[in-house]
């Protein structure tokens, strides 16, 4: 019998079953620990943070005398206390842990008091006496645009001669769109925890996407090498990209608290502060001129995409490049500018955020294709269709990247006739043609999403695995859990590799000082690369088992055949423990490390040319809305889903973020408003005045699916493909489906000029400007 070489073993096991999240019933318990539920030393300091009240002032004075002399204050820091360098940027070095001589929004750190208690260190920030020169705040994308404010220089990707074959088009249209932030909201808010150690060392607990730039970061921040700092994380109670870059700025407040006291320190901000001090998803202003033929197919269009960072550059530079790279969408661009202006304002920072700039691209090409529609009095869904990539031909992005495993086209085809979309569409139109205050609507839209960071390096990760002579496992790699199940898919590829149950793998926290120099778990990635990092360390072990067990027993290679918690040895079968055991006696290493680079990626970021994504995942959605036009209140009432996720790893695990990201792209789009006044304040910053999805906004009648024809066209860990952030974009469909139901409002004769998000507000004002252009 012949053994086939590793990288071609087909085992039985843990991949592609449904199995529950790791944490689910300790989640659901209430016995999954996270940071805050550490239990607390005797010793521990509580940290509060004080703010800047306006949003770009002049610091002229700030005494702090009184708040160091409150009761149980024990230490205050400012920017004149940094013993390292004052930043806890991700890249440009522009993102000061404390304000320096002046502010520049409303929410920014002036300094962090460290009490005996929570309540003693708030009420002793309150006594500082702090004087400001008041500046000019920028608030508005508008207001940036007018003054020439900007994080860093705008960018363009050009191909073609776009002006050229717009205006030479038999069809023209022009316009402009607003898309608002988003606050992340995740249920756990930005927190830290951090031990002082012997040798100035500091352990840091952090609710960290990015476990190794907070290790820089604080390394930094107290002038110490990065093997001083050991930075760990077991759960996030949610991050979708928040909690990516910006937990940097607490972790390095506790570890200096801690460091320089000698006693442990907390900081723990909540539910206000963490969305009055925290960056959200980037608001958009999109301008678009189009040029197109009578099918409704484009000639030429000229996007100009202008966005909120903030008051530095944090990720924008990256976010800004991704929604490029995805402004095509799944549509063929032939002749195609793409103006991107990163805006400066006296607001938070912006930062990542699931779909990282690309469904600001998305949305954007989908208000085109359902304008076109309404042009030529056809099926929004048949404009979509005629502007589809090619297989052969027409199948190159802007960005001169060869789409090679484009299924749109079958799954768009697929949803189509299993949702009945086309009578539904009809069944819709005659429902309003005798209705006439509720008005309802249908969309069909698709996804198309590149995978991988477009900052190349980040395309890298690590694991650790041991195997102790009980045949117990133990797994560590450098991704991070926030709930969407990457723990368990990574232990699933572990115990396929192994062949061993699930129940031996003990998946562990997140540390520094175990898999060190770690990307971000975001772009999707985390699977595909800790995955397959994992994989090449069970493999290690694995080749280290068989050469033992054949040198041993002296039999062939070919011989020795993995199975089900044992192993054939010739005519012998040796359980997993012994043989494990039997290994040791021996002296053979029981522990590996593994690593994987993704392959084939490369691009020029001066150029916006070459290949960013190693594939692309796919997917559609169809929804279908209701509004009252009286009053603008509207649901989505079905939504019906297919999504492309190649060999799922664990579907019900993907199944669950198919859905989460539909419902927190149906909250972005249509009820999470981030109101600004004109001073820069956030108004919006509780439930009590930003709203999320609750249960009750599910649409009654959900169905979804994974694309049972999926399967990765590339080698990614067992044909699987990335599900964190794709899904997100289907909610698109949400939002056209709430326009179309807005434009039957005018009998289909004028296009709305619906913003997003389509609050009722928002809606109601759309169909009072329809009856202006109508009457």
């Known amino acids: ?91 440009a070095g522009d993102d000061p842990v404390f304000a320096e001589d002046i502010v520049e929004y409303a929410g920014q750190a002036l300094f962090v008091v460290a009490a005996n208690s929570i309540q003693e260190a708030r009420a002793a920030a309150k006594r500082a006496e702090i004087e400001y020169e008041e500046l000019e705040a920028l608030v508005t994308i508008d207001q940036a645009l007018a003054a020439g404010s900007f994080v860093m220089p705008s960018k363009t990707l050009l191909r073609g001669n776009p002006e050229q074959a717009i205006n030479s088009a038999p069809n023209r249209l022009n316009g402009r769109f607003e898309i608002g932030g988003q606050d992340h909201f995740y249920l756990e808010g930005q927190i830290a925890l951090a031990y002082p150690r012997e040798d100035g060392d500091v352990h840091v607990f952090s609710s960290t996407q990015h476990p190794t730039e907070v290790q820089h970061n604080v390394a930094k921040f107290l002038d110490i090498p990065d093997h001083s700092v050991t930075v760990e994380v077991r759960r996030m109670g949610g991050g ?239 991704g991070t859990e926030m709930g969407q199940g990457l723990f368990i898919k990574v232990a699933q590829v572990v115990a396929q590799e192994l062949q061993i149950d699930i129940e031996r793998i003990k998946i562990t926290s997140t540390r520094t000082d ?92 001066e150029n916006y040319s070459g290949r960013p994504f190693y594939y692309f995942a796919y997917g559609a959605a169809v929804s279908e809305a209701i509004i009252d036009t009286l009053t603008g209140e509207n649901k989505i009432t079905r939504v019906d889903i297919i999504h492309d996720v190649g060999k799922s790893l664990n579907p019900s695990i993907d199944l669950g973020q198919v859905e989460g990201g539909f419902i927190q792209g149906m909250g972005w789009l249509t009820t999470e408003e981030l109101y600004f006044d004109e001073k820069g304040l956030l108004r919006t910053h509780a439930p009590s005045t930003y709203k999320i999805p609750a249960c009750s906004d599910r649409p009654e009648i959900f169905n979804m699916e994974l694309y049972e024809s999926g399967e990765n066209v590339e080698d990614s860990i067992h044909k699987s493909k990335a599900v964190g952030e794709p899904p997100f974009m289907l909610a698109i469909s949400a939002f056209n489906a709430l326009t179309d139901a807005v434009y039957s409002a005018s009998d289909y004769k004028s296009f709305p000029n619906l913003d997003a998000p389509a609050t ?7 169909i009072h400007e329809l009856d202006g252009k109508v009457t």
């Open 760 to 766: 009722p507000e928002c809606i109601l004002k759309a």
């Open 240 to 478: 979708f990209g928040g909690k990516e870059t910006q937990g940097a700025w607490f972790a390095a407040m506790a570890a200096l608290a801690a460091k320089d006291t000698g006693r442990p320190a907390k900081l723990r901000l909540d539910r206000d502060d963490d969305m009055i001090m925290t960056g959200k998803r980037h608001d958009f202003v999109i301008e678009y001129n189009v040029g197109y033929d009578n099918d409704g197919r484009l000639d030429g269009i000229d996007f100009t995409f202008a966005s909120r960072c903030g008051r530095s550059a944090d990720l924008s530079a990256a976010i800004n490049d991704r929604t490029i790279f995805h402004a095509d969408n799944c549509y063929y661009l032939k002749d195609v500018r793409i103006t991107s202006h990163r805006c400066k304002t006296h607001t938070v920072s912006n930062t990542a955020f699931r779909g990282f700039g690309g469904p600001q691209g998305m949305i954007a090409i989908e208000r085109v294709m359902d304008e076109i529609a309404h042009k030529l009095g056809k099926d929004p869904l048949d404009v979509r269709k005629v502007n589809l990539y090619g297989k052969t031909d027409r199948n190159v992005t802007p960005y001169h990247m060869t789409v090679e495993d484009n299924v749109a086209p079958e799954i768009i085809r697929e949803l189509e006739e299993k949702s009945d979309y086309a009578k539904r569409r009809d069944a819709i139109r005659k429902f309003n043609e005798t209705s006439p205050f509720l008005k309802k609507g249908i969309a069909l839209t698709p996804v198309k999403f590149g995978i991988s960071f477009t900052t190349t390096f980040l395309n890298q990760a690590g694991a650790l695995l041991h195997v102790y002579t009980d045949g117990s496992v133990m797994l560590n790699h450098g």
């Open 514 to 605: 175990k898999v060190p120099n770690t990307s971000a778990t975001a772009a999707s990635s985390g699977s595909d690369m800790n995955g397959k990092a994992a994989q090449a360390a069970a493999r290690k072990i694995k080749e280290r088992l068989i050469k033992f067990a054949a040198d041993h027993y002296n039999v062939d290679r070919a011989d020795i055949i993995f199975k089900p918690n044992r192993i054939d040895i010739g005519e012998k079968t040796v359980g997993f423990a012994e043989l494990v055991q039997q290994a040791y006696f021996n002296r053979v290493s029981l522990s590996a490390t593994g690593y994987y680079r993704t392959p084939k990626i490369h691009y020029d970021a």
């Open 1 to 91: 019998m012949r053994n086939p070489p590793l990288s071609e073993t087909v085992i039985r096991g843990a991949v592609n079953k449904k199995l529950p999240h790791d944490s689910a019933i300790k989640q659901v318990s209430g016995e999954a620990e996270y940071i805050d539920d550490i239990p607390e030393p005797k010793d521990l300091l509580h940290l509060y943070v004080a703010q800047s009240p306006y949003a770009h002032a002049k610091i002229l004075k700030m005494d702090l005398q009184a708040v160091k002399s409150s009761p149980g204050v024990v230490a205050v820091y400012d920017a004149n206390d940094v013993p390292g360098i004052n930043d806890a940027s991700p890249v």
